[in-house]
Nanobody, 121 residues
Framework: QVQLVESGGGLVQPGGSLRLSCAASGSIFSINVMGWYRQAPGKQRELVATITRGGITNYADSVKGRFTISRDNAKNTVYLQMNSLKPEDTAVYFC???????????????WGQGTQVTVSS
């Protein structure tokens, strides 16, 4: 029922920039944390950045100073501005949202399908 739709991935040269977007839709009562994870070939999925409903952010050390996470609560959308991209940023990026569909239910994690980001010359 809940759907997370991602956009903005693609191929970019080292030092370039990309902006990822993820819009949550469907039966949504309230969204707590939104964020981005990534998974490179042969590696475990790792946290990139998260942002609370009130705008408190958390970043992986590897992306601090280069990536910026933001959200538009009115649009149920989270963004990831990625600058100064490096080849090691190459991965499938997954959007997630911790939300509840009804006030009677608990918060549950929902995930997007993933979008490929490739940083290469």
């Amino acid at each position: 029922q809940v759907q997370l739709v991602e956009s903005g991935g693609g191929l970019v040269q080292p030092g370039g920039s990309l902006r990822l977007s993820c819009a949550a839709s469907g039966s949504i009562f309230s969204i707590n944390v939104m964020g981005w994870y990534r998974q490179a070939p042969g590696k475990q999925r790792e946290l990139v950045a998260t942002i609370t409903r009130g705008g408190i952010t958390n970043y992986a050390d590897s992306v601090k100073g280069r990536f910026t996470i933001s959200r538009d609560n009115a649009k149920n959308t989270v963004y990831l501005q990625m600058n100064s991209l490096k080849p090691e940023d190459t991965a499938v990026y997954f959007c997630y949202a911790n939300l509840r569909t009804d006030w009677r239910e608990g918060y549950i994690d929902y995930w997007g399908q993933g979008t490929q980001v490739t940083v290469s010359s």
